[in-house]
């Protein structure tokens, strides 16, 4: 059964210790199918095309952003889900129907983070590129977590390998 753990690091608020080597815009960068994504990118019907075949897509429902609520839309594929968000459709002077990638979690061995963390990695390949961060042990789960300028990247090292990593925007 696949988990479905939207928004990890929005509902939760964690902050990061220090990282090995601190944290930078590109660490909530991935490539997949030769497409690089980040974090705020515009969500379009091209990006979602060169991702490749959706498996399905739903509603997560709307989450608290300050003294705002916005959408979020879960969009499975093979190996990674894609969250959009209306985030901030106002201050971006578009419409309420105007989305950009909110969380980016990635299932697949094939898949790595910007410094080459996978799923299937020891949690001491994580400890290594980016340092001990902040650890949260709960429901059976063990996760760290690391923050930079509203953004986290957390792995869940459950059994002492990566299971699945969240890149998402954060809430404070």
Do not use: C
């Amino acid at each position: 059964m696949r988990r479905i753990f939207p928004l990890f690091a929005l509902l939760f608020g964690f902050s990061a210790q220090a990282a090995q080597a601190p944290l930078t815009e590109n660490d909530f960068t991935v490539k997949i199918n030769k497409q690089a994504i980040t974090l705020g990118q515009d969500w379009d019907r091209n990006l979602m095309t060169a991702l490749g075949k959706q498996a399905s897509e739903d509603f997560v429902g709307e989450v608290p952003f300050g003294d705002e609520n916005y959408k979020f839309y879960r969009h499975i594929f093979p190996g990674f889900d894609i969250y959009s968000a209306n985030i901030d459709w106002q201050q971006r002077g578009k419409s309420v129907d105007s989305y950009v990638i909110g969380q980016i979690t990635l299932h697949s061995s094939t898949l790595h983070t910007a410094r080459g963390v996978a799923p299937g990695d020891a949690k001491q390949r994580v400890i290594e590129q980016y340092g001990a961060g902040e650890t949260d042990n709960s429901d059976g789960e063990e996760w760290i977590m690391y923050s930079l300028a509203h953004k986290n990247i957390a792995f869940d090292v459950t059994g002492g390998k990566v299971q699945v990593i969240n890149i998402s925007v954060g809430n404070d």
